[in-house]
C-alpha cells in the first residue's frame, strides 16, 4: 500500500482530513525523535542516518519493513 493510501485511510477511518493526519504523524515523529532511550535512537539511526527528521514516507516504509519482518502468529 502506498504512503498517499495509508493516510487517506486512516484519515476515513478517524472522520478528519488526510492533511490532518500527515500534520499529527509528522509532529509525532518530531517528538518520538527527542527520546534518549537506546532502543528508540537506534532505530531513528537507521530510519534517518543523517540525523534529520524523516519524512512521513521514509518513516511508514521503515515500519513497514519491520512488521514484515515480524513471524507471523496463529
Known amino acids: 500500500m502506498k504512503t498517499k493510501a495509508i493516510i487517506r485511510q486512516?484519515?476515513?477511518?478517524h472522520g478528519v482530513s488526510p492533511e490532518e493526519v500527515k500534520r499529527d504523524?509528522?509532529?509525532?515523529?518530531k517528538e518520538?525523535?527527542?527520546?534518549?532511550?537506546?532502543?528508540?535512537?537506534?532505530?531513528w539511526a537507521k530510519i534517518s542516518p543523517n540525523g534529520k527528521e524523516p519524512t512521513i514516507e521514509q518513516?511508514?516504509?521503515?515500519?513497514?519493513?519491520?512488521?514484515?519482518?515480524?513471524?507471523?502468529?496463529?
Open 10 to 13: 486512516i484519515a476515513k477511518e
Open 25 to 29: 504523524m509528522q509532529y509525532a515523529i
Open 32 to 43: 518520538a525523535m527527542k527520546s534518549t532511550d537506546p532502543i528508540a535512537r537506534a532505530h
Open 59 to 74: 518513516f511508514l516504509t521503515y515500519v513497514i519493513g519491520q512488521i514484515n519482518k515480524q513471524p507471523v502468529q496463529s
